[in-house]
């Protein structure tokens, strides 16, 4: 199969067009990792793990919108390296400001690692994971996500698991 040479020059072309927007923009926050958007295709960057204390409550809405009590799926930059990350669930858990506050979800086990702490609430299997696997919610990370670079709604987790993972994000951070 022969390779079309303009086409591969088009394709160049409109990929360092796209980085050059990127890297010509404005500097992220410290800790942010530029993604693009999954609206609008342009590099925002994600603010800074959220810290402080909110409410928590279960209120998933069928309208599109992440809402509490919902699995959405969105990049997430890794902690020791913000610059990188990879695209997993996350589990809304609240808002602060224009920000959807949420917790990722992992499906490595845990159980070895808790040494008390309280690190990680198992919520296990749902329609976010195509392989079945059981999950676990990190409760020592808060993420803090724009809205426009959630890529999709993966499922709703119901109310009994939500409030285990309530309870946990109380007991650890304070939370109302």
């Known amino acids: ?13 409109t990929s360092l067009r796209a980085l050059q927007k990127f890297t010509s923009g404005a500097t992220p926050a410290p800790g942010a990792s530029p993604r693009p958007s999954a609206r609008t295709g342009e590099f925002s960057a994600h603010p800074a793990d959220f810290t402080g204390v909110a409410s928590i409550s279960y209120s998933p809405q069928p309208d599109g919108d992440p809402d509490p009590g919902e699995i959405v799926w969105t990049w997430v930059p890794y902690e020791e390296d913000p610059t990188r990350g990879k695209d997993r669930p996350v589990l809304v858990i609240g808002h602060n400001g224009p920000y959807v506050l949420g917790l990722m979800l992992t499906s ?8 008390g ?10 329609g976010w994971d195509r392989q079945s696997r059981p999950s676990e919610a990190k409760l020592g ?3 803090q996500i724009s ?6 709604e993966g499922a709703v987790l ?16 304070g939370w109302k």
Do not use: C, W
């Open 1 to 13: 199969m022969p390779i079309n040479l303009r086409a591969l020059a088009d394709t160049v072309r």
């Open 158 to 173: 119901d109310r009994a698991r939500f409030e285990l993972v309530a309870e946990g994000l109380r007991r650890r951070h």
């Open 117 to 126: 702490r309280g690190d990680y609430v198992d919520i296990g299997i749902g």
């Open 108 to 115: 490595k086990d845990h159980d070895q690692d808790r040494h």
């Open 147 to 152: 809205p426009d670079s959630i890529r999709r």
């Open 141 to 143: 990370r808060i993420l």
